[in-house]
């Protein structure tokens, strides 16, 4: 294989040869990841910007190959797509999620909420209601905890289709989150469409406000029009305070980023959120 140094990747190098042969690796390597236990999952804290409270977080996927350096989920989550891995591993992740997101209410961090990520194939799975929902029974995780997040394209691929799952998580209780919100190509009229409940604004719109003009326009016409329409607005990759004062100012309802926490261990997680948060 074409590895740097021990265990660490190089990014695809342009030349298509390197590519395939690192893509090979990489895909072997993924497709023995679940029987030796190499991924795990990471807690990013989600905060109301209104009470300065933790009121969850969002479920991460961690790879370390052979146990050495990390492969981002950038890089790997598109080859497990591709190949129909992220089948088994989306179910691990969301078993493991939800056994976690349920240890927190048995802990006392009561009306946490965990948002979970879910790739296309896996939404289209005809099985995903029903698993999800005997992972609810089996670990008794109220549906109002749970979250799931999609992006925008993967709802627009089939509209019908994803208006009728959607519908059926809705009746479950399951609340849903448009991902990355603002970078598809989708036309606005889709969000009086679907039961979705939340936006999770892209973090490209939020590096730069307020001083990019542009970008602080779109995230203010972003919370104005869901608002009206009746849905939490999360902005996400917040760094800075000055990020925070603007989407405070501008009643954005929540947020997460760096500024008040990486994405943590679960059991830093646990006791991060057993803190009051000090925003
Ligand atoms: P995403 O769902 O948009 O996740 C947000 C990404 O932003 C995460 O990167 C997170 O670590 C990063 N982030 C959080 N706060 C900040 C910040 O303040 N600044 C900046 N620059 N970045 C921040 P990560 O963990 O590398 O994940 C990248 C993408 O990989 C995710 O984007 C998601 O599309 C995918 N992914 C990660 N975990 C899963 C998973 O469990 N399932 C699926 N299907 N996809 C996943
Ligand atoms: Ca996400
Ligand atoms: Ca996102
Ligand atoms: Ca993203």
């Keep these: 294989g074409k590895q740097t140094g021990k265990n660490s990747f190089a990014l695809f190098s342009p030349e298509m ?42 479920a991460l996927l ?3 190959p052979n146990g050495g350096d990390p492969v981002a989920p950038s890089i790997f989550v598109p080859i497990a797509e591709e190949t129909g891995l992220i089948l088994p591993i989306g179910s691990w992740i969301l078993e493991n999620a939800v056994k976690e997101a349920a240890r927190w209410q048995r802990e006392g ?37 749970l979250e ?5 394209s993967v709802i627009m691929e089939d509209a019908d289709s994803a208006i009728r799952t959607l519908s ?17 190509y989708s036309s606005l009229s889709y969000l009086k469409r679907f ?33 009206s329409l009746g849905l939490t607005v999360v902005a996400e990759g917040v760094e800075t305070e000055d990020q925070l004062t603007f989407l405070r100012a501008h009643n954005c309802d ?13 059991e830093e997680f646990r006791s991060f959120a057993a803190q009051e948060t000090g925003i």
């Design 195 to 227: 039961p979705i409940q939340v936006l999770k604004v892209d973090k490209s719109f939020i590096q730069e406000i307020p001083h990019n003009q542009d970008d602080a326009s779109i995230v203010l016409s972003i919370l104005s029009l869901a608002h």
């Design 109 to 145: 961090l009561h009306g946490l909420s965990l948002a979970v990520n879910l790739s296309a194939v896996q939404f289209q799975q005809p099985g995903l209601c029903d698993e999800i929902s005997l992972l609810l029974t089996h670990t008794g995780l109220p549906p109002e905890q």
């Design 168 to 184: 059926r998580f809705a009746h479950m209780g399951i609340r849903f989150a448009i991902d990355d919100f603002g970078t598809g």
């Design 148 to 152: 799931l997040e999609l992006t925008e």
């Design 62 to 64: 961690r790879w370390h």
């Design 254 to 266: 929540m947020m997460q980023g760096f500024l008040f926490s990486q994405p943590l261990r679960a």
């Design 17 to 58: 040869n390197t590519f395939a042969i690192q893509r090979m690796d990489m895909e072997n390597l993924l497709r023995k990841a679940l029987e030796k236990n190499e991924f795990h999952l990471v807690y990013q804290p989600k905060v109301d910007l209104v009470s300065g409270k933790i009121t969850g977080a969002e």
